[in-house]
């Protein structure tokens, strides 16, 4: 069974960073895709950037191109979302997720039945 616990969120200055981290386990096999999505307060669930195991090939919401970056550290079965220069907008909690059998850019579309997700990590913009 996959597990994802995400982790680095908090309280940080409009044009500020921060990264945050989700650790996995209980993959099968390395055929498997992270995405992590976006929850602003009363809104869903919006993609912000996916990635592929295989061969790291990664989706970027345009809003946070050039901004936030995702990356594999195989050795401590963790993803993570480097964000840089964040926007008052940027905030909400973030969801750490994954589905079954999904190319490496699921998360440009909307969250389905069956997803797996974390448990949300908060992230606060300060102005």
């Known amino acids: 069974q996959v597990q994802l616990v995400e982790s680095g969120g908090g309280l940080v200055q409009r044009g500020g960073s921060l990264r945050l981290s989700c650790k996995h386990s209980g993959f099968t096999n390395d055929d498997y895709v992270i995405a992590w999505f976006r929850q602003a307060p009363g809104k869903g669930r919006e993609g912000i950037s996916c990635i592929g195991h295989t061969d790291g090939s990664t989706f970027y919401a345009d809003y946070v191109k050039g901004r936030f970056t995702i990356s594999f550290d195989n050795a401590k079965n963790t993803v993570y979302l480097s964000m840089r220069n964040l926007k008052s907008e940027d905030q909400g909690v973030y969801f750490c997720?994954?589905?079954?059998?999904?190319?490496?850019?699921?998360?440009?579309?909307?969250?389905?039945?069956?997803?797996?997700w974390g448990q949300g990590t908060q992230v606060t913009v300060s102005s």
């Open positions: 997720a994954t589905r079954l059998g999904a190319l490496y850019y699921y998360c440009k579309g909307y969250p389905a039945p069956g997803d797996v």
